[in-house]
Protein backbone atom coordinates (compact mmCIF):
# COMPACT_ATOMS: atom_id res chain seq x y z
CA UNK A 1 0.00 0.00 0.00
CA UNK A 2 1.22 3.46 -1.19
CA UNK A 3 -0.03 6.83 -0.36
CA UNK A 4 1.33 9.94 -2.37
CA UNK A 5 1.51 13.23 -0.35
CA UNK A 6 2.45 16.86 -1.57
CA UNK A 7 3.21 19.49 1.28
CA UNK A 8 4.72 16.79 3.33
CA UNK A 9 7.69 18.35 5.15
CA UNK A 10 5.98 19.95 7.64
CA UNK A 11 2.35 20.46 9.55
CA UNK A 12 -0.42 18.78 8.02
CA UNK A 13 1.01 17.05 5.31
CA UNK A 14 4.22 15.91 7.96
CA UNK A 15 1.60 14.42 10.23
CA UNK A 16 -0.81 12.94 7.51
CA UNK A 17 2.46 10.84 6.44
CA UNK A 18 2.93 10.29 9.89
CA UNK A 19 -0.31 8.65 10.54
CA UNK A 20 -0.56 6.73 7.56
CA UNK A 21 2.77 5.02 7.90
CA UNK A 22 1.36 3.36 11.17
CA UNK A 23 -1.37 1.72 9.08
CA UNK A 24 1.40 -0.16 7.01
CA UNK A 25 1.09 2.61 3.91
CA UNK A 26 4.54 3.43 2.30
CA UNK A 27 4.88 7.35 1.64
CA UNK A 28 5.68 9.19 -1.13
CA UNK A 29 6.44 12.25 0.04
CA UNK A 30 6.43 15.56 -2.40
CA UNK A 31 8.08 19.38 -0.49
CA UNK A 32 10.55 22.02 -1.48
CA UNK A 33 12.47 20.93 1.36
CA UNK A 34 14.48 17.96 1.14
CA UNK A 35 16.16 17.86 4.46
CA UNK A 36 12.54 17.68 5.97
CA UNK A 37 11.91 14.71 3.92
CA UNK A 38 15.08 13.01 5.05
CA UNK A 39 14.01 14.04 8.70
CA UNK A 40 10.38 12.54 7.90
CA UNK A 41 12.03 9.15 6.23
CA UNK A 42 13.89 8.40 9.77
CA UNK A 43 10.19 9.03 12.09
CA UNK A 44 8.22 6.67 10.01
CA UNK A 45 7.91 3.00 10.09
CA UNK A 46 7.34 2.04 6.57
CA UNK A 47 9.33 3.55 2.96
CA UNK A 48 9.59 6.95 2.21
CA UNK A 49 10.16 7.80 -1.88
CA UNK A 50 11.42 11.62 -1.13
CA UNK A 51 10.80 13.83 -4.18
CA UNK A 52 11.89 17.66 -3.99
CA UNK A 53 9.97 19.82 -6.38
CA UNK A 54 8.06 23.50 -6.10
CA UNK A 55 4.41 22.73 -7.07
CA UNK A 56 4.16 26.25 -8.40
CA UNK A 57 6.01 25.50 -11.52
CA UNK A 58 3.56 23.45 -13.73
CA UNK A 59 6.44 21.10 -15.44
CA UNK A 60 6.99 19.67 -11.94
CA UNK A 61 3.51 18.63 -11.59
CA UNK A 62 3.88 16.74 -14.75
CA UNK A 63 7.69 15.78 -14.00
CA UNK A 64 6.15 14.27 -10.69
CA UNK A 65 3.22 12.40 -11.80
CA UNK A 66 5.68 11.09 -14.77
CA UNK A 67 8.14 9.68 -12.31
CA UNK A 68 5.65 8.03 -9.69
CA UNK A 69 3.19 6.97 -12.59
CA UNK A 70 3.62 3.24 -12.51
CA UNK A 71 3.57 2.83 -9.07
CA UNK A 72 1.13 1.41 -7.20
CA UNK A 73 -0.46 4.26 -5.44
CA UNK A 74 -3.37 3.59 -3.24
CA UNK A 75 -4.18 6.97 -1.76
CA UNK A 76 -2.99 10.92 -3.16
CA UNK A 77 -3.25 13.80 -0.86
CA UNK A 78 -3.26 17.20 -1.96
CA UNK A 79 -2.00 19.26 0.48
CA UNK A 80 0.17 21.78 -0.37
CA UNK A 81 -0.34 24.97 0.16
CA UNK A 82 -0.33 28.42 1.55
CA UNK A 83 -1.76 31.45 2.55
CA UNK A 84 -0.97 35.76 2.42
CA UNK A 85 -2.97 37.69 5.62
CA UNK A 86 -3.53 41.06 4.54
CA UNK A 87 -5.80 43.77 2.29
CA UNK A 88 -5.89 42.66 -0.93
CA UNK A 89 -5.02 45.72 -2.20
CA UNK A 90 -1.79 46.04 -0.49
CA UNK A 91 -1.13 42.53 -1.22
CA UNK A 92 2.25 41.40 -3.37
CA UNK A 93 1.05 40.22 -6.85
CA UNK A 94 3.56 37.44 -7.55
CA UNK A 95 3.26 36.24 -4.45
CA UNK A 96 -0.09 35.87 -4.90
CA UNK A 97 0.22 34.29 -8.10
CA UNK A 98 2.34 31.93 -6.63
CA UNK A 99 -0.17 30.77 -4.17
CA UNK A 100 -3.06 30.39 -6.77
CA UNK A 101 -0.48 28.15 -8.42
CA UNK A 102 0.57 26.34 -5.50
CA UNK A 103 -3.53 25.79 -3.98
CA UNK A 104 -5.56 25.41 -7.36
CA UNK A 105 -3.73 24.63 -10.31
CA UNK A 106 -1.05 21.72 -9.09
CA UNK A 107 -3.59 20.25 -6.95
CA UNK A 108 -6.05 20.39 -10.21
CA UNK A 109 -3.08 18.84 -12.31
CA UNK A 110 -2.60 16.24 -10.13
CA UNK A 111 -6.34 15.31 -9.47
CA UNK A 112 -7.04 14.97 -13.25
CA UNK A 113 -3.76 12.53 -13.84
CA UNK A 114 -4.29 10.57 -10.98
CA UNK A 115 -7.92 10.41 -11.41
CA UNK A 116 -7.73 9.45 -15.17
CA UNK A 117 -5.02 6.33 -13.52
CA UNK A 118 -7.18 5.43 -11.06
CA UNK A 119 -10.52 5.20 -12.81
CA UNK A 120 -8.69 2.71 -15.24
CA UNK A 121 -7.50 0.62 -12.56
CA UNK A 122 -10.85 0.87 -10.56
CA UNK A 123 -9.80 2.00 -7.60
CA UNK A 124 -8.06 4.32 -5.01
CA UNK A 125 -8.49 7.84 -2.78
CA UNK A 126 -7.84 11.30 -3.64
CA UNK A 127 -7.85 13.82 -0.51
CA UNK A 128 -7.51 17.09 -1.56
CA UNK A 129 -6.80 19.65 1.55
CA UNK A 130 -9.11 22.65 1.80
CA UNK A 131 -10.25 24.56 4.30
CA UNK A 132 -13.59 25.76 5.97
CA UNK A 133 -12.47 29.26 4.90
CA UNK A 134 -13.77 27.73 1.60
CA UNK A 135 -17.40 28.01 2.25
CA UNK A 136 -17.39 31.86 2.78
CA UNK A 137 -15.42 34.86 1.53
CA UNK A 138 -12.45 36.15 3.60
CA UNK A 139 -11.65 39.71 4.25
CA UNK A 140 -7.64 40.16 5.00
CA UNK A 141 -6.78 36.64 3.51
CA UNK A 142 -9.15 37.09 0.38
CA UNK A 143 -7.04 35.13 -2.06
CA UNK A 144 -6.73 32.07 -0.04
CA UNK A 145 -10.38 31.50 1.02
CA UNK A 146 -11.22 31.88 -2.41
CA UNK A 147 -8.59 29.42 -3.96
CA UNK A 148 -9.69 27.01 -1.54
CA UNK A 149 -13.52 27.68 -2.35
CA UNK A 150 -12.03 26.74 -5.95
CA UNK A 151 -10.60 23.32 -4.44
CA UNK A 152 -13.92 22.57 -2.48
CA UNK A 153 -16.11 23.17 -5.58
CA UNK A 154 -13.79 21.44 -8.20
CA UNK A 155 -14.15 18.73 -5.89
CA UNK A 156 -17.50 18.01 -4.48
CA UNK A 157 -18.45 17.90 -8.77
CA UNK A 158 -15.76 15.82 -9.50
CA UNK A 159 -17.17 13.38 -6.45
CA UNK A 160 -20.92 13.44 -8.47
CA UNK A 161 -19.20 12.55 -11.85
CA UNK A 162 -17.33 9.62 -10.33
CA UNK A 163 -20.50 8.07 -8.41
CA UNK A 164 -22.65 8.46 -11.80
CA UNK A 165 -19.55 6.37 -13.23
CA UNK A 166 -19.90 3.65 -11.15
CA UNK A 167 -15.99 3.11 -10.56
CA UNK A 168 -14.93 2.54 -7.29
CA UNK A 169 -12.74 5.43 -6.72
CA UNK A 170 -13.00 7.79 -4.01
CA UNK A 171 -12.69 12.14 -4.25
CA UNK A 172 -13.08 13.82 -0.74
CA UNK A 173 -12.48 17.62 0.31
CA UNK A 174 -10.97 18.26 4.10
CA UNK A 175 -11.59 21.13 5.10
CA UNK A 176 -9.86 21.70 9.01
CA UNK A 177 -10.16 25.50 10.29
CA UNK A 178 -7.05 26.41 12.38
CA UNK A 179 -4.48 23.95 12.72
CA UNK A 180 -0.43 23.78 14.56
CA UNK A 181 1.34 24.46 11.68
CA UNK A 182 3.22 26.82 9.68
CA UNK A 183 0.45 28.54 8.33
CA UNK A 184 0.47 31.34 10.27
CA UNK A 185 4.12 31.96 9.87
CA UNK A 186 3.50 32.43 6.10
CA UNK A 187 1.04 33.48 6.32
CA UNK A 188 2.44 36.74 8.43
CA UNK A 189 0.16 36.39 10.85
CA UNK A 190 1.65 37.32 14.28
CA UNK A 191 -1.12 36.41 16.69
CA UNK A 192 -2.17 32.93 18.01
CA UNK A 193 -5.78 31.44 17.11
CA UNK A 194 -6.97 28.79 19.15
CA UNK A 195 -6.16 25.54 16.47
CA UNK A 196 -5.86 21.86 16.95
CA UNK A 197 -2.73 20.00 16.85
CA UNK A 198 -2.10 18.67 13.34
CA UNK A 199 -1.72 14.73 14.25
CA UNK A 200 -5.29 14.92 16.06
CA UNK A 201 -6.64 16.50 12.33
CA UNK A 202 -4.15 13.96 10.29
CA UNK A 203 -6.03 11.11 12.12
CA UNK A 204 -9.38 12.30 12.06
CA UNK A 205 -8.98 13.41 8.40
CA UNK A 206 -7.56 9.57 7.39
CA UNK A 207 -10.47 7.98 8.61
CA UNK A 208 -12.65 9.99 7.41
CA UNK A 209 -11.51 9.64 4.01
CA UNK A 210 -11.33 5.72 4.50
CA UNK A 211 -15.10 5.73 5.53
CA UNK A 212 -15.42 7.33 1.62
CA UNK A 213 -17.05 10.83 3.57
CA UNK A 214 -17.31 12.97 1.18
CA UNK A 215 -16.41 16.57 2.67
CA UNK A 216 -14.77 16.12 6.10
CA UNK A 217 -14.65 18.97 8.76
CA UNK A 218 -12.36 18.04 11.62
CA UNK A 219 -13.83 19.44 15.29
CA UNK A 220 -17.79 21.03 16.03
CA UNK A 221 -16.13 24.40 16.39
CA UNK A 222 -15.44 24.00 12.86
CA UNK A 223 -18.44 22.25 11.71
CA UNK A 224 -20.82 25.14 13.38
CA UNK A 225 -18.53 27.96 11.27
CA UNK A 226 -19.39 26.06 8.00
CA UNK A 227 -22.84 25.85 9.30
CA UNK A 228 -22.92 29.54 10.07
CA UNK A 229 -21.43 30.12 6.92
CA UNK A 230 -24.51 29.03 4.94
CA UNK A 231 -27.06 30.19 7.06
CA UNK A 232 -25.91 33.67 8.01
CA UNK A 233 -26.28 36.44 5.73
CA UNK A 234 -23.28 36.98 3.83
CA UNK A 235 -22.00 40.97 5.04
CA UNK A 236 -22.71 39.27 8.83
CA UNK A 237 -20.06 36.42 7.91
CA UNK A 238 -17.77 39.11 6.02
CA UNK A 239 -17.77 41.44 8.94
CA UNK A 240 -16.68 38.41 11.47
CA UNK A 241 -14.46 36.90 9.59
CA UNK A 242 -12.34 40.55 8.88
CA UNK A 243 -12.86 40.79 12.48
CA UNK A 244 -11.14 37.73 13.23
CA UNK A 245 -8.75 38.20 10.66
CA UNK A 246 -7.90 41.94 11.94
CA UNK A 247 -6.75 39.92 15.53
CA UNK A 248 -4.02 38.42 13.36
CA UNK A 249 -2.13 41.65 11.97
Known amino acids: MTAFITGASSGLGYQLAKHLSTLGYDIIAIARRGDRLEKLAGEIETRLTPIVADLSVESECHRIFDTVRDSDIDIVINNAGFGLLGEFSKA ?90 EFNEVASGKAKIKSR ?31 GAKLLPAKLMMRMTYKIQKKKL
Open 197 to 227: PASWVAEYCVRKMLARKLTIIPGLEVKLSAI
Open 92 to 181: DLSREMQMIDVNCRAPHILTKLFLAKFLEENKGYILNVCSVGGFMPGPLLASYYATKAYLVSLTRAIHEEIRHSGKNVYIGCACPGPIDT
